[in-house]
């Protein structure tokens, strides 16, 4: 028998018999075990299998004379159809990736030698093979799978790139509102791999997508920045934070605009905006009593004077600077409202006392009441001696004195005298005069109608309500010492 002795699945392979004499009578027949896809009979039978492995063809010949057989012995096996490669397709340079080579179909005969091309770190003549590239670019890997039945061959494509390994962001660490501030994002290696992208949070005022970015802004406080730099074969972040300060835009200080000897006043300093970013510092000048580096400072001064105060608000945005003008005077001062009045209630230097009451509705406008006390008068009053008591009421507003003042109602003004300061007069006569111009007029008369004194000779107190205000004197007269004698008249019975 003759015929090939290896061959693949679903081919057709042809195998002869040859009889030997070759001058054997015929008819001679052939039977072929197993059969044959084609010459059963005849001395050429045709074999195809869809199985691999070894198989065994027999054939027998005979004639009238005799038979003789013979046997032949083919190995089939599958071919590879097809080899294809799986991995990565985007890696990074200096990194080891695995590579894995399948067959097809999964029947093939083995054992399957693997080539691969380049050579590998690892692998070669197995289905996985190990690469490590250097460079950066596109790399082709090819691999060709054989057995005994054939040989297929497949490639594989890898982008190898350089990565990212990180990114430095510089910029201001502080700011202030609305102010614009640029911030920089550096990559290394400085070769990475492009397209590289750039992602800034939160969004900045321009530069998105760029290395180069600004931002502005619009609240203050800790602000946190943050940029992802991308290429395809990483992502790499970094953050910083920025502290935005609210700028001191303006300052005012708050406080009395009048005052008087010896008596703490205290000022109280408002910067705007009133989201101002702390810390802020505030100086006073000149120095305050007490308060100074704080938002209220006390003051307290021992001579008449107009002084200006100056503060300076301060916080790291920016700076404002505010003055106040006190009018400081002698003597004692109360203030009166609209809604409640107001009573100034004194000692007298000679003794006694002074109370001068205003009733609710006595001003249009809250204002402070002076009194000012007089030791002596250069004038008196005709027919009327001065009691001892002499002194000044007058009004002021925002620093301004309020000349020719008058109340809306009438305000009572109540003297305690002492006997000393009344020795020699009459006392039932006291009575309050006050300056109109020049002249002396009766207090009481500063009202119309005219105010009713109310006297308590034994309290020494006297009482009386005025209208204006001005210069004021305590006097009175002094008794009648022309004295008239009666007859005394007996009548005798």
């Known amino acids: 028998m003759e015929g090939d002795l290896a061959g693949i699945v679903d081919t057709t392979y042809t195998f002869s018999a040859t009889v030997l004499p070759s001058s054997a ?10 059969e044959p896809a084609d010459g059963q009979g005849t001395p ?17 010949a005979a004639n009238a004379a005799g038979s003789a057989a013979a046997t032949c012995t083919i190995e089939i096996s599958v071919p590879p159809a097809g ?7 985007q890696g990074i340079i200096a990194q080891a990736y695995t590579f894995t080579a399948a067959v097809t179909p999964d029947t093939t005969t083995t054992p399957i030698d693997y080539t691969w091309t380049p050579e590998p770190d690892d692998g070669q003549g197995t289905p996985q093979a190990a690469y ?23 490639t594989h494509h890898v982008t190898a790139y350089v990565p990212l390994s990180s990114v430095t962001l510089a910029g201001p660490a502080d700011g202030i509102l609305n102010g614009t501030y640029p911030y920089t994002a550096t990559i290394s290696p400085i070769t990475a791999s492009v397209p590289i992208t750039y992602t800034w949070w939160p ?15 619009l609240t203050g406080g800790l602000q946190a920045i943050s940029v992802t730099v991308s290429n395809p074969a990483s992502t790499v972040s970094t953050s910083t934070n920025a502290g935005v300060y609210v700028p001191v835009l303006s300052a005012s200080i708050t406080g009395d605009l009048e005052g008087v000897l010896a008596t703490p006043y205290t000022f109280t300093a408002t910067v705007l905006p009133p989201d101002t970013s702390p810390p802020i510092t505030y100086t006073w000048m000149p120095t305050p009593t007490i308060g100074q580096d704080t938002a209220n400072a006390t003051y307290l001064w021992n001579a008449a004077s107009a ?40 000692e007298a230097p000679s003794g006694g006392g002074i109370t001068v009451e205003a009733p609710p509705g006595a001003v249009t406008g809250t204002a402070k009441l002076l009194y000012q006390a007089a030791i002596s008068v250069t004038e008196q009053p005709a027919e009327f001696q001065f009691a001892g008591r002499a002194f000044s009421v007058d009004a002021y507003r ?11 109602r009438p305000v009572t003004i109540t003297l305690l005298y002492t006997d000393a300061e009344i020795a020699g007069l009459v006392e039932s006569s006291l009575t309050l005069f006050t300056r109109s111009g020049t002249a002396w007029i009766d207090a009481a008369t500063s009202c119309v109608p005219a105010s009713v004194y109310f006297r308590q000779p034994d309290a020494n107190s006297l009482s009386v309500a005025i209208c204006h205000l001005s210069q004021f004197g305590l ?7 022309n004295d008239v004698y009666m007859p005394v008249v007996i009548r005798v019975r």
């Open 475 to 481: 006097f009175g007269q002094v008794p009648d010492t």
């Open 44 to 60: 050429h039978a045709s074999y195809a299998w869809q199985v691999a492995g070894s198989k065994t063809i027999s054939v027998a």
């Open 25 to 34: 009578t015929t008819p001679i027949t052939y039977t072929w075990t197993p």
């Open 83 to 89: 080899v294809s490669v799986s991995g990565v397709e």
């Open 132 to 154: 490590t590239w250097w460079a950066e670019g596109e790399h082709t890997i090819a691999v060709t799978a054989t057995n005994v039945a054939g040989a297929v061959a497949g």
């Open 307 to 346: 002084p200006v105060i100056t503060l300076t608000a301060q916080n790291p945005g920016g700076q404002a600077v505010a003055t106040h003008t006190m009018l400081i005077l002698e003597g004692a001062m109360g203030d009166v409202t609209p809604e409640t009045g107001g009573t100034l209630d004194l």
């Open 398 to 408: 925002d620093g301004t004195e309020l000349t020719g003042f008058r109340f809306e």
């Open 203 to 217: 969004e900045p005022a321009s530069g998105q997508g760029t290395p180069y970015v600004v931002y502005a802004w």
